[in-house]
């Protein structure tokens, strides 16, 4: 096997859609049923920050209740970062704990973590799987109603970003699974690959995404077929190209 040849993995939601969780843009998703300003940015949590806390609450009881597992191709890309000889990063948009539960161990939710809370006051994070209202305090400065979801909205900025950009510039293969390649930065790591002029990129998704022909090779098809049989090539291969 090449030694020291490194993968960067984007997901989206279309990687968990098969484990029960709504996409954003597909017929019927989320976003064709709530509007992002009511919901998703920090001018809507200023305006009625009960109504921006009731979405996620909601969002993050039918992660916990629906006892929602991961499905084949989380496990294949946390069987990836096991077998693969070099570095294997998963960066997801996802905010579920999908990865996590599949065994992915070298990930970086760059849209932050549902089952995580935050204190808009002193930034302090904390595991949170209840519901999250205005009577709640922050555990480390104590401040009231303070407590927000742990998630990235609209207007704000990514987490770990220089820790990104730093592995798409080592990176031999950039794969991105299940993302629309509507929303930046994420959508722009594809080109930023491309023009170091190396690196093979590679787009597994359900249908062609918005950015599909900056792709140098694409596979077409659900997500829990499509991510097991391309790491298992990759692990047959044992090399990238
Ligand atoms: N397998 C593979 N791909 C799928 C599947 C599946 N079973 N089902 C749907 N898809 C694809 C869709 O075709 C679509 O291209 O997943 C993609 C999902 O796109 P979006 O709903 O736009 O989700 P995503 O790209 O993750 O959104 C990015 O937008 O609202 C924000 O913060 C949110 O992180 C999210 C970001």
Known sequence: ????????????????????????????????????????????????????????????????????????AHLALARLEREWPGEVLVVTQNIDNLHEQAGSKNLLHMHGEMLKARCATCNDVIPWEGSLGLENSCHACG??????????????????????????????????IGTSGNVYPAAGFVQHVRMRGVGRTVELNLEPSEGATLFAETHYGPASEKVPAFVGQLLNAGRIS
Not at 49 to 71: A, C, H, T, W
Not at 154 to 168: K, Q, S, T, V
Request: proline share 5%; glycine share 8%; with cysteine.
């Open 143 to 176: 401040a009231v109603g303070r407590m927000r979801p742990h998630v990235v909205w609209f207007g704000e900025m990514p987490f770990y970003m220089n820790d990104i950009y730093a592995a798409l510039d080592r990176c031999h293969l950039f794969i991105s």
């Open 1 to 72: 096997m090449a030694k020291g040849e490194a993968i960067v993995i984007l997901t989206g939601a279309g990687i968990s859609k098969e484990s029960g969780l709504e996409t954003f843009r597909d017929e019927g998703g989320l976003w064709s049923r709530t509007r992002i300003e009511d919901v998703a940015t920090p001018e809507a949590y200023a305006r009625d920050p009960k109504r921006v806390l009731e979405f996620y609450n909601m969002r993050r009881q039918s992660m916990v209740d629906g006892n929602i597992r991961p499905n084949a």
